[in-house]
C-alpha cells in the first residue's frame, strides 16, 4: 500500500511538473506535449475498442490529428492564413479512402472507432490553439492552466466529499461509474467555483468574479459528463483503466477525460460572453 501511494504520488508530481512546463515556457514545448497527449490518447482509445485490428488505419488516422494540430498551431503562431488549415483535409481522406480497401463487414465497421477518435480527442486538443494563441499569435498558457485548475479543483472536491460523506448516498450514474455520488458532485461543484473565484480575485484569471464562478460551475458540469462518457467506453470495453502510461494512475485518457468536454465548452463560454 506505501509503495503504491509512493509510486502514486511520484508519478502525480511528475505529471504536473510536465504539464506545467508545457503550458508556461513556450510555444513549442506546449506543441510537444499537446502532439504526444494526441498520440497516445488515440492509441489507448483505438487499443480498447479495437484491440490490434486495422494498425495500418490507427497509424494513419493518428497522423491526420497531428497533422491537424501542426496546420492550426502554425496558422495561430506564425499567422498563416486561415485557409491553410483546409490541407487537413488531404490526410483526411485518405483516412476514408483507406476504409475502400477492407475485405470483410466487420473492419469497416470499426472505421466507427477511427472516427470517433479524432472527433473526441484530436478536435478539443487541435482547437486548443485558439486558448493559448491571442489574435495576433502572443503564447499564453496561462488561461488553459487556469482550466485545468478549475478541473483539478472539481476532482479533488468530488473526491474528498465523496469519500467522507457520499458513500452511502444517492449514486450519480450508478450503471455507469458506480462509486460516483451526488455528494461528490457538488463538493466537485463547490471545489470549481471557489478555485475559480480565488483566481479570479488574485489576478490570476482576468476576468469578472462572476464570469468565474459561472465558467468554474459550467466546466465543473461538463468535466462530470466527459468522465462519465470515458467511463462508459471502458465499461463497454471491459477495461479499468485506458492505458498504464502514467504508474499508479493509469493511462492518459484516464487523466484528461473531463478535460476533453470541459475546456471547449469553457472556451465557447468566455467566446459568447466576449472575454477572448
Known amino acids: 500500500m ?20 508545457g503550458l508556461l515556457v513556450n510555444k513549442y514545448l506546449y506543441a510537444l506535449l499537446v502532439l504526444f497527449m494526441i498520440a497516445v490518447m488515440l492509441h489507448e482509445f483505438y487499443g480498447m475498442n479495437m484491440g490490434i485490428k486495422l494498425p495500418v488505419q490507427r497509424v494513419l488516422a493518428i497522423f491526420t490529428a497531428l497533422c491537424g494540430f501542426i496546420l492550426v498551431f502554425c496558422v495561430n503562431s506564425f499567422r498563416l492564413p486561415l485557409h491553410f488549415a483546409a490541407l487537413i483535409f488531404v490526410p483526411l481522406s485518405a483516412v476514408m479512402i483507406s476504409s475502400l480497401y477492407v475485405k470483410d463487414t466487420e473492419s469497416f465497421d470499426l472505421y ?11 478536435v478539443p486538443l487541435v482547437l486548443s490553439n485558439y486558448i493559448v494563441f491571442d489574435r495576433e499569435g ?15 479543483a472539481s476532482d479533488v472536491g468530488a473526491y474528498c466529499l465523496g469519500s467522507l460523506l457520499g458513500k452511502n448516498g444517492k449514486k450519480l450514474f450508478p450503471s455507469i461509474s458506480p462509486n460516483k455520488s451526488w455528494t461528490g458532485y457538488w463538493g466537485g461543484l463547490l471545489f470549481a467555483t471557489l478555485a475559480a473565484l480565488i483566481m479570479s480575485l488574485t489576478g490570476l484569471m482576468k476576468f469578472p468574479w462572476y464570469h468565474s464562478i459561472i465558467l468554474g460551475a459550467i466546466m465543473h458540469v461538463f468535466g462530470v459528463f466527459g468522465d462519465l462518457f470515458e467511463s462508459l467506453w471502458k465499461r463497454k470495453c471491459g477495461v479499468k483503466d ?34 477572448i
Open 2 to 21: 506505501k509503495s503504491n501511494f509512493a509510486k502514486r504520488t511520484i508519478s502525480g508530481i511528475c505529471f504536473i511538473g510536465i504539464m506545467l512546463a
Open 138 to 152: 502572443n503564447f499564453n498558457g496561462l488561461l488553459m492552466l487556469c482550466f485545468f485548475i478549475i478541473i483539478w
Open 242 to 275: 485506458s492505458g498504464t502510461i502514467i504508474p499508479g494512475h493509469g493511462g492518459l485518457l484516464d487523466r484528461f477525460d473531463s478535460s476533453l468536454f470541459a475546456i471547449p465548452i469553457g472556451a465557447v463560454y468566455l467566446l459568447l460572453v466576449n472575454l
Open 112 to 122: 466507427s472507432y477511427i472516427y470517433t477518435g479524432i472527433l473526441y480527442i484530436a
